[in-house]
């Protein structure tokens, strides 16, 4: 299973850039179902307790550079907005279990 979630890691960050760089794949609604489950996967599969609070900080700065992705234009800005849509489910995944394990403990 961990290579599984080592691969939908991969293969998520290359599909955002490979759409990101190809701007026919632009709006099609399989990239970002896609990138979805992909998202589900890492968050369910790679990401450990004692990983959670690094990953999401991460997640929240990766968050905030979508926000303001305009800034950066074209190319650049359709690639972070990929990534965005890949991290955003792991992150929701992982949150979700972060509270569960602080709900969890006595």
Same mark, same amino acid.
Request: negative net charge; aromatic residues 8%; hydrophobic residues 60%.
């Given at each position: 299973?961990?290579?599984?979630? /080592?691969?939908?890691?991969?293969?998520? %960050?290359?599909?955002?850039?490979?759409?990101?760089?190809? @701007?026919?794949?632009?709006?099609?609604?399989?990239?970002?179902?896609?990138?979805? &489950?992909?998202?589900?996967?890492?968050?369910?599969?790679?990401?450990? /307790?004692?990983?959670?609070?690094?990953?999401?900080?991460?997640?929240?700065?990766?968050?905030?550079?979508?926000? &303001?992705?305009?800034?950066?234009?074209?190319?650049?800005?359709? &690639?972070?907005?990929? %990534?965005?849509?890949?991290? #955003? @489910?792991? /992150?929701?995944?992982?949150?979700?279990?972060?509270?569960? #394990?602080?709900? #969890?403990?006595?």
């Amino acid at each position: 299973m961990e290579k599984l979630g /080592a691969w939908a890691f991969i293969v998520g %960050v290359a599909l955002s850039i490979i759409a990101g760089l190809i @701007p026919s794949l632009e709006g099609q609604s399989w990239v970002g179902w896609t990138l979805v &489950v992909l998202g589900l996967l890492v968050g369910l599969l790679n990401v450990t /307790a004692r990983e959670t609070q690094e990953f999401l900080i991460a997640t929240i700065a990766l968050m905030a550079t979508g926000a &303001v992705s305009g800034v950066f234009g074209g190319v650049v800005a359709m &690639v972070i907005q990929n %990534v965005v849509v890949f991290v #955003s @489910p792991a /992150a929701l995944v992982v949150a979700l279990k972060a509270i569960y #394990s602080l709900a #969890s403990e006595e």
